[in-house]
């Protein structure tokens, strides 16, 4: 099976088609370059063949490199797998290179044979990058294909040459966003900022005419013709050096160090614009050679790449069970969840009625769509026309009869099991028998609120995150008697609303605040022992967490802090692990400091809500210690505080896939994105040094570090949690 063909017209053009077999979308393999490889060279060996056009048999062009193709070039090096990434890299330049040189003479730059790309639509990755070594760039006139390189979002970076050439072709500042923001451009934007050549109606026609007339002089790269000067200027140039002073800044301020392969990206660029092209060829593979040697790096691709695609695809949905997509909706509530729920929802298509207590509070639910909208067009992003399309799918009443045929209603009223109960049973004498009921809550036990219905089996829990229209992840939890048709309901729903999923079973907090409260409780905790807010805080974002804790204190509010503490603390009873930090919040709240809300919490805030600055007189009831801790111990106890409650989560059989507990870390509240998630950072460190550190943190911190047994024995069994619970795993035990 072949992923590239040939064909030679009569006109002597040879037509370079990808087209990869049982893909929705082209990969590169590394059989595939074997075969573009040969293709090229027949084609430029061929006297008949004037020009070369490569496209694609899809309506997309590609969408990356198919990342098994790294890991069999790390096992084909045997022991020095170093060595093999970088050959193999090195492999993809020497292909490149030859299409961009395409023949010619090497001193003259004459003799030649044109080659353009034809691209359809998105190209991704390397689906960029074999384009930009071609000599012009075609692109159909197609307003939902995407270019660029997103390869930083996943822990690596263009390591094809698209790092070397985008920057020679833009200049550093030209290129930052696409490479260090991972950017995505439609084709418009893309030929405008100068990535691509033309946007046409018919890529293959205009590259094929282009092909045919192409002179001597078209061919040559700037970077490869006499007096080439970087735009924007080299490192070594006035300005071109305060390019990369700031660019240097702007990478720092935004990853703050925790992010790997921004800070090789911005390495191999530096360097490689200080040489010839082909050293700087040299330079990006050594770079990207060492980026994918960082355990970050494998973490980051297996949570953000292959494990979120396997949820999104149904990885752990209910085998047996039709297509449960949803067609009418019933939303409970109209407040800032429920409003947002009912904007996603009215977004994928979905018909919803938007329910409140009266009809002006369900109208300002369906306001909050209507504003979205205008946000949308005034940054030319939405049109009338589509506001009016969405705002037609969004029924906002108070009347229950409403919901008569909707096939899912999601919950998201007041956090009281009395109002949801009483709720549940007035809806459930009025849906369909066969509809599936949810609750969006965030704390109460699903199976204490399905006892309110005469269809427990139908009964959920779907809890999104604020704001819903931003977060990617939803949590969907299964109640003691939950069953498969409900869960595989919730899956093609999330699917469908285009957010990713991840399944638990029912516990307090679920997993995702399980995990979160504690990273909030261990901050406070050390703001009582007098360790400095910034401190906390930068120890957090240094670790990639995109706020810090005591910054998300204020910002998720004071008062709802203390709520679940008093709530847990009933539940738990003498069980309840108190600590200073309750009474620290709750001092707060009695002080008015709420936080963003009340304009006065951890931080001082001006009229607008704008941070001034931590509130100092924090440090009248608990005074700043004259000695602070290490960094890397406000960090591990930070880190400990989550990770502890992911394995216990998966020792008690809340989480039932590990895959799920490192994505929905990463995805529900940004935890530390470059080490794949709690069990990835875990198999990082390696169980037996994590062990250790946990018995260190007990004995000076207190029994909330102690090692879960479950950790305990894998670190004597010296296992990792990927080896022995990932899905590889799982389907050798098979």
Not at 525 to 551: C, K, N, S, W, Y
Request: aromatic letters at 6%.
């Amino acid at each position: 099976m072949t992923d590239f063909t040939m064909k030679k017209d009569a006109d002597g053009v040879a037509i370079i088609t990808w087209d990869v077999a049982d893909k929705t979308m082209n990969v590169m393999s590394i059989e595939g370059l074997g075969q573009l490889n040969d293709l090229v060279d027949d084609a430029l060996a061929d006297d008949a063949v004037k020009g070369i056009v490569i496209t694609s048999g899809k309506d997309t062009f590609a969408g990356g490199m198919d990342l098994n193709l790294l890991a069999k070039m790390k096992e084909s090096a045997g022991d020095d797998p170093a060595k093999g990434l970088f050959e193999g890299t090195m492999q993809m330049h020497g292909l490149l290179r030859k299409i961009e040189r395409a023949g010619m003479d090497a001193k003259t730059n004459k003799g030649g044979k044109p080659i353009a790309a034809a691209v359809p639509g998105t190209a991704a990755g390397i689906g960029l990058e074999l384009p930009l070594a071609t000599h012009r760039i075609f692109v159909a006139n197609n307003p939902k294909a995407k270019i660029g390189l997103p390869e930083i979002l996943v822990g690596i970076f263009p390591g094809a040459g698209g790092t070397t050439r985008l920057v020679r072709k833009l200049g550093l500042m030209g290129a930052s966003s696409l490479l260090l923001e991972g950017k995505m451009l439609s084709p418009d934007k893309a030929k405008g900022a100068g990535v691509i050549d033309e946007v046409v109606d018919d890529p293959i026609a205009a590259a094929r005419d282009w092909v045919l007339n192409a002179k001597d002089p078209d061919l040559v790269k700037p970077w490869d013709a006499k007096g080439y000067k970087m735009p924007g200027g080299a490192p070594y140039h006035p300005a071109g050096f305060m390019n990369f002073v700031g660019a240097n800044a702007m990478v720092h301020g935004k990853t703050k160090g925790a992010f790997p392969a921004a800070k090789a990206m911005l390495s191999a660029v530096y360097e490689g614009a200080l040489v010839p092209f082909d050293t700087a060829l040299k330079i990006e593979a050594r770079w990207f050679t060492n980026i994918l040697m960082n355990p970050s790096s494998g973490a980051m691709i297996r949570s953000l790449f292959l494990n979120k695609e396997a949820l999104e695809k149904g990885a752990v949905r209910p085998k047996d069970v039709p297509d449960q997509r949803v067609r009418k909706l019933g939303v409970l509530g109209a407040g800032m969840m429920g409003a947002g729920i009912a904007l996603v929802s009215a977004q994928a298509g979905i018909e919803v009625v938007l329910i409140d207590r009266d009809q002006a509070a369900a109208d300002k639910g369906k306001a909050y769509s209507a504003s979205y909208m205008d946000k949308g067009i005034a940054r030319k992003k939405a049109t009338e026309e589509k506001k009016e399309a969405l705002l037609s799918k969004i029924t906002a009443t108070a009347d229950l009869e409403q919901l008569k045929g909707c096939d899912l209603i999601i919950e998201a009223v007041f956090e009281d099991p009395g109002v949801k109960a009483e709720m549940t049973k007035k809806v459930e004498a009025i849906i369909p028998e066969d509809c599936i009921f949810a609750s969006n809550t965030s704390t109460l036990p699903i199976s204490d609120l399905a006892k309110a219905s005469v269809r427990p089996e139908q009964f959920i829990g779907i809890h999104f995150f604020s704001p819903v229209e931003r977060m990617a992840l939803v949590e969907i939890i299964k109640g003691a008697e939950t069953g498969d048709r409900a869960v595989a309901k919730s899956l093609d729903y999330v699917r469908q609303i285009r957010k990713t999923p991840i399944v638990v079973n029912d516990a307090r907090f679920f997993y995702a605040n399980r995990c979160i409260i504690p990273y909030g409780n261990e901050a406070t905790r050390m703001v009582t022992e007098g360790v400095a807010p910034v401190l906390i805080d930068h120890a957090a974002q240094q670790l990639g967490f995109p706020v810090g804790p005591i910054q998300l204190g204020d910002e998720t509010s004071v008062d709802l802090a203390v709520r679940i503490m008093k709530a847990t603390k009933a539940a738990m009873g003498n069980a309840y692990p108190g600590s200073e930090a309750d009474n620290l919040i709750v001092w707060m709240e009695e002080e008015g400091r709420l936080g963003r809300k009340s304009k006065a919490g951890y931080f001082n805030y001006d009229e607008n809500g704008k941070r001034l600055g931590y509130w100092k007189g924090i440090h009248d009831k608990y005074p700043l210690a004259e000695e602070q801790p290490d960094l890397i111990e406000v960090q591990e106890r930070l880190m400990f505080a989550q990770v502890l409650e992911a394995v216990r989560a998966l020792e008690e059989g809340v989480l039932e896939d590990i895959r799920e507990g490192d994505v929905g870390a990463i995805l529900g509240w940004g935890f530390a994105p470059w080490s794949g998630g709690p069990f990835s950072w875990l198999d990082i460190l390696g169980t037996p040094y994590a062990a250790e550190r946990c018995d260190t943190l007990q004995a000076k911190f207190g029994d909330r570090f102690e090692c879960p047994a479950l950790l305990r024995e894998m670190a004597e069994k010296n296992q990792s949690f990927y080896g022995r619970f990932g899905p590889k795993a799982e389907a050798a035990a098979a």
